[in-house]
């Protein structure tokens, strides 16, 4: 412990404080067992204002202490340590726990000590990894008050750069995370919290607008995601409960196809193809100290292409599952009596394979393929189709070559969807105890994609008008599927069908003939 005495210096060069706009503060840790040393630290630094910010000063009076605050504290900027405390190389010790245990290199550290002698400056600064060496009796208070400048800009520095470097991890991993959503709403809302943590910035609105101009040369401009005041659920941003003030600036952004911002907020125009473009607008709650307009524009430049990869793949997949179900039904047509057999087996089979537990992805197959089963009757002559009494067995030994037919077929594709439709198309006719065709397949030897069709198959075209047969009644259709558990069916999907059965029926009433 020694006294803490300033040199004499001019104060001709004094500086009034600078006005603080921010709520923000320096947090600065002063270590030293000698009161004085606290109070003319505080003394001497109480009017600094230091990049638009305050100082928080947090004193503590030895190493031990200081442990237990930095131990879960890292918003401390730097901190002043004095070598001789409870021990003649306690400061010491502390620098050394700050930054190999605690693995701290952003807190700049500042040694002050009266005593010299044990701790001497050529050693410390070579030995310990500190970012200042003061003799207390040589610190004048200008000296100080520059050491503190000095540390807390490198601290910031420091800060920017790690920023910087956590930003791009994140905008790596944003990304990543992002191409594996699939719908709109989710991918605009995950883009926008991934965008709040990437700034590192506090926002009270922030929204992704998308203008889309179709073949008629109409646009229309549509809300993909918002967060904070004006959160809304309308798609449509003339629609939305967005400020008109807001509304305007998005629509000036897609008129102007630019960038343009102020203190309170950034708009960023992004244009992905000659028909689509976006507009990302951010409102910040207080000040823009840590937006970094480059690293937005970069990361709502990936989400613009992202949206627009997206929009392209659902009219893409929604083509597919139009032609489909127009396949099908052309398909089915043939035997005049079907309706909207295909589509109500497409959402049948959806329904079984959610219920058996299936992954996602190939219970969205099994829909998109199922009206694909009986492809392979465009192969069967119409005298057989149509033909209103009991096959003969030449001709249901015909009928018989529609599964093959129509597998064959759909092998011709390498696409997922026709490797599926292949399958099903194919043995969707075999049977659970091995007495069906075209292979006599048994039990789970028959693809699931197969067993979920044959029972969605027959449970629709039973309750359908056919040309051999009238429809048979809810009652005859539960008896038969019961009856033909074990036989025809797997008993698992019988008992799901048995179990939920107003469920599947109500697909029926849903698309009526």
Request: negative net charge; charged residues 30%.
């Amino acid at each position: 412990m020694s006294k803490f005495i300033f040199k004499e210096e001019s104060t001709d060069d004094f500086i009034a404080p600078k006005k603080v706009n921010s709520q923000k503060v320096w947090r600065i840790l002063v270590v030293d067992d000698d009161e004085s040393v606290h109070q003319i630290t505080r003394l001497v630094l109480a009017d600094a204002v230091i990049e638009n910010r305050r100082l928080d000063i947090v004193s503590v009076y030895s190493s031990i202490e200081a442990k237990e605050i930095l131990k879960d504290d890292s918003s401390f900027c730097m901190a002043f340590v004095d070598v001789v405390m409870e021990t003649d190389h306690a400061g010491l010790e502390l620098v050394e726990w700050i930054r190999k245990e605690q693995r701290n290199q952003a807190i700049r550290l500042v040694l002050r000590t009266g005593q010299a002698g044990n701790a001497p400056e050529a050693t410390v600064i070579k030995e310990f990894d500190i970012n200042d060496y003061k003799e207390k009796t040589d610190f004048t208070s200008g000296k100080m008050t520059t050491t503190v400048y000095a540390s807390i800009r490198a601290y910031r520095d420091i800060m920017t750069i790690q920023r910087s470097l956590d930003a791009f991890k994140q905008l790596i991993k944003s990304t990543h995370d992002l191409l594996k959503i699939s719908q709109f709403r989710p991918f605009g809302s995950a883009a926008l919290n991934h965008l709040l943590t990437l700034m590192d910035v506090d926002s009270s609105a922030l929204y992704i607008a998308r203008s889309q101009r179709e073949f008629d040369e109409e646009s229309i401009n549509l809300i993909i995601a918002c967060t904070g005041k004006y959160v809304c659920e309308s798609d449509s941003l003339d629609d939305s409960k967005i400020s008109e003030e807001v509304r305007a600036l998005i629509r000036k952004a897609f008129d102007e196809k630019c960038h343009f911002s102020s203190s309170d907020y950034f708009v960023g125009y992004y244009e992905t193809s000659a028909e689509a473009s976006s507009v990302l607008y951010i409102e910040f709650e207080d000040d823009a100290e840590h937006f970094r307009s480059n690293l937005a524009e970069l990361f709502a430049t990936n989400v613009a292409h992202i949206l627009e990869s997206l929009t392209k793949q659902h009219e893409i997949e929604r083509a597919q599952k139009e032609l489909l179900c127009i396949v099908g039904e052309a398909i089915e047509s043939r035997s005049k009596d079907t309706g909207l057999h295909v589509q109500r087996v497409s959402s049948i089979c959806e329904l079984i394979a959610k219920k058996f537990g299936l992954d996602e992805k190939l219970v969205e197959a099994i829909k998109l393929a199922a009206p694909l089963h009986d492809l392979g009757k465009i192969t069967i002559p119409e005298q057989i189709l149509h033909k209103a009494g009991k096959l003969d067995e030449n001709e249901w030994d015909i009928m018989k070559t529609h599964s093959e037919s129509g597998a064959q077929l759909l092998t011709k594709s390498k696409a997922s969807i026709a490797m599926v439709g292949a399958k099903l198309a194919r043995y969707h006719h075999e049977n659970w105890d091995g007495t069906g065709y075209p292979e006599g397949l048994q039990g789970e030897a028959i693809p699931i994609e197969a067993r979920i069709v044959a029972i969605g198959d027959v449970f629709d075209a039973l309750g359908s008008e056919r040309s051999y047969d009238k429809p048979w009644s809810a009652s005859e259709i539960k008896a038969y599927i019961i009856e033909q558990k074990g036989k025809k069916f797997q008993p698992a999907l019988v008992d799901i069908m048995i179990n939920n059965f107003d469920e599947f029926w109500s697909i029926r009433n849903r698309f009526p003939d």
